[in-house]
């Protein structure tokens, strides 16, 4: 669903923020991308997603070249950044429904989902509120409906539990396995270590730009937790 | 206290002139980009001093000299309280990084005599422009001592003080009447917009009733001076006759009005700014029909709710399309005769059709919404990146917000005018015509600058609206293209006016086709500020 080739990034002044990355994500696979802060994440994450150009190597989406054939790319996925600022001076409901028209998902099919995301995160009654006056997880959860609403093949989100309550991470989890289960891929960031452990079926760790293990989250663990594994790599990468 | 002040200021004017930016970046077009607001600031700044020199001058040669000073002491506090008037209100209370602030152990009157700073800064700047040029040329022909350059320098800092605090006041009056109203920027909007007009014909009226009435010139220029703001006596009885208790005078009330001014704001500076952040939630929505809309549609629906979110966007890109109008229903109702000697603008009852077309571009061309679309997207610039649709679609939502303003008042504004002027079909048409083209030029063009110098991190709005440089190119540009032929109609006194207009017009449409196709093949994702 989602491969990556070599992909680099260079930032104005030199600094390498992705340094020749290479990852091959499946349909149904939930691949958890860790690493400390400033290693590259957010910015491999947004050259997926579109939102940044890059220098080297080439992404593709569906067998879809994110470069040659971006607009398609995008119709598939759904990003949403470590802190969504969404259009403060929309209602929740607006928001959605632009999404919505967006996409061109049809009337039942964005009433129908709306309903279900929404009454699922227990945001319904917000939905007629401007999204200013939001909490920061509220926005997250308005975000993530509005990412749920065309069934992406390819769901890039970036640090996505930051800021949920409890409940509303309970339901994440259980909507990503929803989604790789009937297919979708899931391509996500996390200082969480926890929840990558039992979420992902894959684990990828990058420092300094850079790969430095990936693979089956089993496989890689072998044993031992996440936490000791991502120190162990990270230390001597 | 005065150090955290400083420092408070000093924090604002790295953002403001993007200092740091350029500093630290070590990105070339930043620093070009840079260089070329300079500039264009200095170009502006320089067309104005020689504008106002030229006025000055032509004081001297009709025996004024000595309404010099008064009249541009006048004429710069206001426009420092037209100027102010709009942003005060963003620049006091707007800012993103109050909660910050007021969490530090900062006192308001810190918060506010910093903004108030930042704000003086740039009055500062255009009292520069219009008073060193007005006081050389007085200097020149009045002769005068020692005495007067010292106390104009010392003066020029003083100048700004009253007009920024009284347009302050007004705006945070109003600020915090509407802090709390559901449609707070309905209210803002109406009450600042008849605040501006109300500023701009009070000073233009004034001296158009003493005209006919009174054979001596010096004293209907006088009436017409002291009538427009109420100090303009004090100083130029300090400046030209050398009174230094008028000149204390006025150092004095500068001092005292700021100062009570900054007491009474700090004293209801965080009630109004709590105020304003409070949010109406009512939580009490059910699902309903939803609507379906086409991309583009949606776009232009979602770029027409920010428009009319904000008080600010809409008077600063609004007011020159309702000038438009009001000089329309002038000419027509006060007849253009009339409108010669107000304007003052001998001869422009000759030329008139022929300009007509372009005075209306012009107005039009003041300011786009275009021009900071792009920018004022801030931080939810990347939802328009990531979503499935072209460019073209994106910028031509933007640009349908600013035609949905701009056509109307347009054809309303030539339909106006050719009322009250008799003229051929040929000067109809241009009448109709070249505004229309102005504006689509400006859209597009608001669009093309803006594409190339975005600045997404701001914390305050009035920033990328007022302020930033994509903002004063396109003032430059608008102002360039409708100038110029203007001014070669009159220096041609009308001839081959027609010709002029056609082939301007028909340059402009060229431009505007080969801009509008590049913009279109721009790649949303390269649009970013740079780091």
């Given at each position: 669903m989602l491969s990556i080739k070599n992909l680099t990034k260079i930032y104005?002044?030199?600094?390498?923020?992705?340094?020749n990355l290479s990852l091959e994500i499946s349909a149904g696979d939930i691949y958890g991308f860790i690493g400390h802060n400033g290693a590259g994440k957010t910015t491999a994450i947004r050259a997926i997603a579109g939102v940044m150009d890059f220098d080297k190597g080439d992404i593709l989406i569906d067998g879809h070249s994110v470069k040659e054939d971006g607009l398609f790319c995008k119709s598939i996925t759904a990003y949403i950044p470590d802190n969504p600022d969404l259009?403060?001076?929309?209602t929740g409901i607006q928001y959605l429904n632009f999404i919505g028209d967006i996409f061109k998902i049809t009337k039942v099919e964005r009433e129908n989902k709306i309903k279900k995301y929404a009454d699922a995160f227990e945001i319904t009654s917000n939905l007629g509120d401007l999204i200013s006056s939001y909490s920061h997880g509220m926005k997250q959860k308005l975000a993530l409906i509005s990412a749920f609403l065309h069934s992406p093949k390819l769901l890039l989100l970036d640090?996505?539990?930051?800021?949920?309550d409890p409940m509303a991470a309970l339901v994440l989890k259980n909507t990503m396995r929803e989604l790789t289960d009937e297919g979708s891929a899931i391509f996500f960031s996390t200082h969480v270590l926890d929840v990558a452990e039992k979420l992902c079926n894959k684990i990828a760790i990058i420092k300094n730009g850079k790969l430095v293990a990936s693979g089956n989250t089993l496989e890689l663990t072998n044993g031992n937790s996440l936490e000791e594994v991502f120190m162990e790599v990270v230390e001597h990468a | 206290m005065l150090k955290q002040c400083l420092k408070l200021f000093k924090v604002q004017l790295l953002h403001m002139f993007q200092i740091n930016e350029i500093i630290h970046s070590k990105d070339k077009r930043k620093k070009r980009n840079a260089i070329l607001l300079a500039f264009t600031m200095i170009l502006l700044g320089l067309c104005l001093m020689l504008y106002v020199g030229i006025m000055a001058a032509s004081l001297s040669y009709i025996n004024m000299t000595n309404l010099i000073p008064g009249y541009m002491f006048a004429t710069t506090s206001v426009l420092t309280m037209v100027f102010t008037i709009f942003k005060a209100s963003a620049v006091l209370f707007g800012s993103k990084d109050y909660d910050l602030l007021t969490a530090m152990p900062i006192k308001p009157w810190v918060i506010v005599v910093s903004r108030f700073l930042t704000m003086y800064v740039s009055n500062l700047v255009l009292t520069l422009i219009t008073m060193i040029p007005s006081a050389l040329v007085y200097g020149v022909f009045a002769k005068p001592g020692f005495r007067f350059y010292l106390m104009t320098t010392v003066g020029l800092f003083f100048i700004p003080f009253i007009p920024m605090t009284l347009a302050t006041a007004v705006g945070a009056v109003v600020t915090g009447i509407s802090s709390r109203m559901k449609h707070r920027t309905l209210f803002v909007t109406a009450i600042s917009f008849f605040a501006t007009v109300g500023i701009i014909v009070l000073s233009l009226s004034s001296g158009n009733v003493t005209r006919e009435m009174i054979s001596d010139l010096t004293k209907i220029m006088t009436e017409q001076i002291n009538s427009m703001y109420f100090l303009a006596p004090l100083y130029t009885d300090a400046l030209v006759n050398g009174s230094l208790s008028s000149y204390i005078l006025f150092i004095f009330l500068s001092i005292i009005i700021f100062a009570i001014f900054v007491k009474l704001i700090s004293w209801k500076f965080n009630a109004i700014n709590s105020a304003l952040s409070s949010k109406t939630a009512k939580g009490n929505y059910v699902l309903k029909d939803l609507e379906i809309s086409s991309p583009l549609k949606a776009l232009y629906k979602k770029e027409m709710k920010r428009y009319l979110s904000s008080s600010l966007y809409v008077l600063n890109t609004g007011i020159g399309y309702i000038m438009m109008v009001i000089f329309a229903i002038a000419v027509l109702v006060v007849g253009i005769e009339k409108m010669e000697s107000v304007m003052e603008m001998p001869g422009l009852s000759k030329i008139f059709i022929s300009v007509a077309p372009i005075m209306l571009g012009m107005m039009a061309s003041i300011m786009t919404t275009t021009v900071s679309s792009i920018s004022i997207?801030?931080?939810?610039w990347w939802i328009a990146q990531s979503l499935p649709v072209k460019t073209k679609t994106v910028f031509d939502s933007k640009i349908l917000i600013n035609l949905t303003i701009a056509l109307p008042c347009s054809v309303i504004s030539s339909t106006l005018i050719a009322f009250a002027v008799s003229a051929t079909w040929l000067s109809l048409l241009l009448l109709y015509l070249v505004p229309v083209i102005y504006i689509l030029f400006t859209t597009i063009m608001g669009i093309t600058i803006n594409a190339h110098m975005p600045t997404f991190n701001w914390d305050n709005e009035a920033y990328v609206i007022k302020q930033s440089a994509p903002v004063l190119i396109a003032m430059l540009v608008g102002m360039s293209v409708a100038g110029i032929p203007i001014a070669l109609i009159f220096v041609l006194n009308n001839l081959a006016s027609e010709l002029i207009v056609v082939v301007v017009s028909v340059i402009l449409s060229l431009v505007t086709f080969v801009l509008y196709s590049k913009n279109n093949k721009m790649e949303l994702k390269l649009i970013q500020q740079q780091k």
């Open positions: 104005k002044g030199g600094k390498k923020a992705v340094d259009y403060e001076h929309l640090e996505p539990f930051v800021g949920l | 997207e801030g931080k939810q």
